[in-house]
């Protein structure tokens, strides 16, 4: 898969005339726990010609290919400076993806270097919250709920929990949010769900875990009581405009 990954990326380029920045994973195998038939989900940024940039008319964005599995989503470098500076929560994942497919010289380091001013707390409780309360909505009238969805279910929360707690964004890796969990029972189920997850299919059901969805419930409504009190971002639209400068005047030095 890596090689047609590579391959597609490459044929992005040279059908657009662009070139990727970074290229990483996204989805549940960047966040650890993928199913053996899950999809890849490849998210890229890339940049255009210099000239690209100076039209006075808005243009196309993203770009987007689907080829079996493989579903690869990008989005333009201007689109995705703005994003940050929203900060949306969705670029600030990209950007601590453990797999990296493409990188062009520091580019991926300097987003990472001006990224936490950029980080509202408030905005990704809320995004996290958000998503939170729908998987559980979905989960909690079922008996049989596939397992799939108590994962995105337990990664937005604990991902909302880790906001209230630290006031920084959530990690990728869903490993990296279980030290939330403090009862250990609860832990011990969920290390087993995880194990079980890597040997079924995405379609998978699995018997109601009515201790797990208590729990959730409870953190997803303490994590609300808090989503007033998170701080705002104060990221400055002039340090991204620079990297925005820097990156588009020295593509033709990318490689």
């Given at each position: 898969?890596?090689?047609?990954?590579?391959?597609?990326?490459?044929?992005?380029?040279?059908?657009?005339?662009?070139?990727?920045?970074f290229a990483i994973e996204s989805g549940s195998r960047a966040w650890g726990f993928p199913s053996p038939d899950s999809d890849y989900d490849v998210r890229f940024v890339y940049q255009?010609?210099?000239?690209?940039?100076l039209s006075i008319d808005?243009?196309?964005?993203?770009?987007?290919?689907?080829?079996?599995?493989?579903?690869?989503?990008?989005?333009d470098l201007r689109k995705a400076l703005?994003?940050?500076?929203?900060?949306?929560?969705?670029?600030?994942?990209?950007?601590?993806?453990?797999?990296?497919?493409?990188?062009?010289?520091?580019?991926?380091?300097?987003?990472?270097?001006?990224?936490?001013?950029?980080?509202?707390?408030?905005a990704g409780l809320?995004?996290?919250?958000?998503?939170?309360?729908n998987y559980y909505k979905a989960c909690a009238p079922e008996q049989n709920v596939k397992l799939k969805s108590y994962f995105y279910l337990?990664?937005?929360t604990l991902a909302s929990r880790w906001i209230v707690e630290y006031?920084?964004?959530?990690?990728?890796l869903f490993t990296e949010l279980l030290p939330l969990v403090e009862d250990p029972s609860l832990l011990q189920k969920i290390?087993?769900?995880?194990?079980?997850?890597?040997?079924?299919?995405?379609?998978?059901?699995?018997?109601?875990?009515?201790?797990?969805?208590q729990y959730l419930y409870q953190t997803l409504r303490y994590c609300e009581s808090k989503a007033e009190d998170m701080p705002k971002a104060n990221g400055s639209t002039e340090a991204l405009d620079t990297l925005f400068r820097k990156t588009v005047l020295d593509h033709g030095t990318l490689a």
């Open positions: 898969m890596e090689k047609l990954i590579q391959q597609k990326l490459q044929e992005l380029e040279t059908q657009n005339n662009i070139t990727i920045l255009h010609q210099p000239d690209w940039y808005e243009r196309k964005d993203t770009l987007e290919s689907m080829d079996g599995d493989l579903d690869l989503v990008g989005w703005r994003l940050l500076r929203k900060s949306n929560a969705s670029i600030f994942e990209k950007m601590q993806s453990p797999i990296v497919y493409r990188q062009q010289r520091s580019f991926l380091e300097d987003l990472q270097a001006v990224a936490p001013t950029y980080f509202s707390c408030r809320h995004h996290y919250l958000s998503m939170a309360f337990l990664r937005t006031r920084t964004m959530p990690p990728m290390e087993e769900l995880l194990t079980l997850k890597a040997t079924v299919t995405e379609q998978y059901v699995h018997p109601k875990e009515e201790a797990l969805e």
